[in-house]
């Protein structure tokens, strides 16, 4: 259910983050999504990756700080107001989404939408019972 | 204006009859008064009748910022404290600050070296002083006060801070001199451009300028703002406060008042004496004081004498502008920080790696500017920011209250700051402020 996502603390100087695409391009590893949080000083960027092992020890290797943690890849229904109805599941629940960032790819009909969801075991039974549907990580990785 | 022309171009030869007396009573109160002195002079077997002139203090053991620790808070007083009119501190917050103490003589003297401090910054009797140094355990703010009064001027005592109200009494009560530390002056500066207010336009004509390094360049840029002649003075809690030495007319080192306050430069490592012209650590031994008398006192500011006549007339030998220190101590907006102090504090605090960078800028807004790099550990790196901004709040308060001084932190990468072999270069200094 769970889906590895990679973070990576990079200092804002020019090149940080051409370093780490040149790393994983280096190692033929395949970015699926991203998305930066930044601060004046430094930002936190977060992957996925068609190989997050792989991915975090090659990044690592390089002298990268890297973290993993679980996210969800939920199926938004590709038309006005699908996300809003996924959000109002975890709403109803007081479930609280910590950030979440779009997906390049699509599963059939749908959009994918990355979730940072605490706690995430409620938040899969949530949505789960809301008629979700939430991607495995090899299915995602597979896309 | 010469403040006391008698004692400041008093002839060389009649000035070391004058220190010799003065400095025979001066280690006599000292031994009799003070038992660490007692103690350090019977351990280097030295007898007060042994110092006969001026040309022995050679031979007399040093003091430094630990003897003064040490005996925190009264116990280098060498007057019980029925007699001590007042005490000051240092602005230091390595571990105890140094506490020094002044008899009524002692203020007196103090009030007399102050005056002849603003004089050769140019005042007189009938200038108005606005002292924007801050009033308190720091010796600054009372220390150009009293001078002030002694020599007849008009005090007007606004301390520190409010940079608005500064400006408007500059211009309502027509202050002709500014004292204050040379950042505060471009502060003051920057304030009144911005309130419209042209200070060429205004009586100020005079600045005296101290307690943090600063160089010639802002010494002139001060001078082309602010429309105004600006004067370096130098000073110490442990040797009086300001008014051991200021810069005069002729621009070129500061005057030592050396009938007070006796210089030499040692070699920071020998510890010999060095001749005149060569640049070495400056040693301050007190000829009047009563309460707080210092023998030798090692300040750990690097600069020169100079025993050349000087074109004002003063025979008070002259100092080179501070070009660094013995230690590692920073002075940042008049506050003494130790890079030490940081990483005690660091080491406190959970997810920090004890590497760290200090960073000084004067550049932005002119103030002393202070960033402290810190290496983040693996730890803290999730897919959330919050984490690292509430950690980055919580060092940047612990090192604001332990420094006493604000700052900003900025987190780097993991393993980025530089490992060296013995001591690590962990200030970066970019007010150059060298020689």
Known sequence: ?143 | MIWNKEAECQPREEREKLQSERLRETVRRCYEHVPAYRKKLDEAGIRPSDIRSIADLKYLPFTTAEDLRDNYPFGMFACPLSEVVRVHSSSGTTGKPKVVGYTRNDVETWAEVMARTLACGGAGPHDIIQNAYGYGMFTGGLGIHYGAERMGATVVPISGGNTKRQVMILEDFGSTMLACTPSYALVIADTAAEMGVDLHKLPLKYGVFGAEPWTDEMRREIEARLGIRATDIYGLSEVIGPGVASACEAQNGLHIFDDHFVPEVIDPNTLEVLPPGTQGELVFTSLTKEAFPILRYRTRDITRLSYEPCACGRTHPRMQRVAGRTDDMLIIRGVNVFPSQIESALMGIEGTEPHYVIVVDRSQGRLDELEVWVEVSPELISGEVRRLELFERKVTAELTSVLGLSLKVRLVEPKTIARSEGKARRIIDRRELGS
């Open chain 1, 1 to 143: 259910m769970k889906v590895n996502q990679i973070s990576v603390f990079l200092e804002n100087k020019s090149g940080r983050l051409a370093d780490v695409t040149r790393v994983l391009a280096d190692h033929r590893i395949n970015i699926r999504a991203l998305s930066i949080a930044d601060t004046i000083d430094y930002g936190l960027l977060r992957l996925i990756v068609n190989d997050p092992e792989q991915a975090a020890k090659v990044l690592t290797d390089q002298g990268f700080t890297v973290a993993q943690t679980e996210v969800l890849a939920i199926e938004i229904p590709d038309r006005p107001g699908g996300l809003a109805g996924i959000i109002d599941i975890l709403a109803s629940q007081g479930l609280n989404i910590e950030y979440m960032y779009a997906f390049v790819g699509r599963s059939g009909e749908h959009a994918i939408v990355i979730f940072r969801i605490e706690p995430v075991d409620k938040a899969i039974k949530a949505l789960k019972e809301g008629g979700a549907r939430i991607l495995t990580g090899s299915e995602l990785y597979a896309l």
